[in-house]
C-alpha cells in the first residue's frame, strides 16, 4: 500500500491568486496523477507527473493554469494560477501499484 | 469519456447484500473491470478488480458475465459505514486505455 499526504487539506483563496498544494508519498512511484473533483461531481484525471519530464496534461488542462512539479519520485506539486471561483474544487493526489490506486485525502479549496 | 454506467443511486438495508450492477458493454479483451468508492470527504478507495473470472476479497465479490459486458458488485453484509458512491471503472493497464476515467458512479445509501 502506499500512504499519501495532502497539503493543505483546505484553503480559501482569493480570485486572481495561486496556490501551490504538495502531495507526499511513503514510497518512490514512477508516475503520480493528479485529479479534480468539481463539486457534486465525479473525480476528472488533470495531469500525470513523470520524475524527470514534464507533465502530461489531458484535455481540458493545460501547463499555464495548472503548473505541476515532480522533482523526486515521492514528491509532488500542483498548482492552481489565477484563480477564479470556478477553480473550487477539491483537488487530489493519486499513486498506484500497478494493482490499485491510493489517493490522499484532497485539497478542499474554495476561491472568493 | 467513461465506457461504464451506472445507476444514479440505490438504498439497502444494514445486514442485507448490496447489489450493484454496471455496464460495460463496449469492453475490450484486455480490458480489467475496477471498483472503487468514495466515502464522503475522502479520497476513493480501492474495492476489487478481475478480468473474466468473478473475484472475492475481503470487501466485496465482483460477478462479470459470461460476455463481459456486465458486472456486480456486492456487498454480501452491508453496514451503515458503505453508504458511499461507488465507481464501476473499465481499464487496460498496460495499454492505450490504462487511466482510470471515473464516470459518475452510484450512490449506495444503506439504510438503518
Known amino acids: 500500500s502506499a500512504v499519501i499526504s495532502q497539503k493543505p487539506s483546505r484553503d480559501i483563496c482569493q480570485r486572481g491568486t495561486s496556490l501551490t498544494i504538495q502531495c507526499q508519498v511513503d514510497?518512490?512511484?514512477?508516475?503520480m496523477f493528479w485529479y479534480r473533483q468539481q463539486p457534486g461531481q465525479s473525480l476528472t484525471l488533470i495531469a500525470t507527473?513523470?520524475?524527470?519530464?514534464?507533465?502530461?496534461?489531458e484535455s481540458g488542462f493545460v501547463i499555464d493554469k495548472f503548473p505541476i512539479s515532480r522533482p523526486n519520485l515521492t514528491f509532488s506539486t500542483l498548482t492552481v494560477s489565477n484563480m477564479s471561483p470556478e477553480d473550487s474544487s477539491i483537488y487530489l493526489c493519486?499513486?498506484?501499484?500497478?494493482?490499485?490506486?491510493?489517493f490522499g485525502q484532497g485539497t478542499r479549496l474554495t476561491v472568493v | 469519456d467513461a465506457k461504464t454506467t451506472q445507476p444514479t443511486s440505490m438504498d439497502c438495508a444494514e445486514g442485507r447484500a448490496a447489489n450493484l450492477p454496471c455496464n460495460h458493454s463496449t469492453i475490450s479483451g484486455n480490458e480489467y473491470v475496477y471498483w472503487y468508492r468514495q466515502i464522503h470527504s475522502q479520497g476513493p478507495q480501492y474495492i476489487i478488480h478481475g478480468l473474466k473470472n468473478n473475484e472475492t476479497n475481503e470487501m466485496a465479490s465482483l460477478i462479470i458475465t459470461e460476455d463481459r459486458k456486465s458486472s456486480t458488485l456486492i456487498l454480501p453484509h452491508a453496514t451503515l459505514r458503505d453508504t458511499a458512491v461507488y465507481y464501476c471503472?473499465?481499464?487496460?493497464?498496460?495499454?492505450?486505455?490504462?487511466?482510470?476515467?471515473f464516470g459518475t458512479g452510484t450512490l449506495l445509501a444503506v439504510q438503518p
Open positions: 514510497s518512490q512511484v514512477t508516475m
Open positions: 471503472i473499465v481499464r487496460d493497464p498496460g495499454g492505450a486505455t490504462n487511466k482510470l476515467i
Open positions: 493519486s499513486v498506484e501499484n500497478g494493482r490499485e490506486a491510493f
Open positions: 507527473a513523470n520524475q524527470g519530464s514534464e507533465a502530461t496534461y
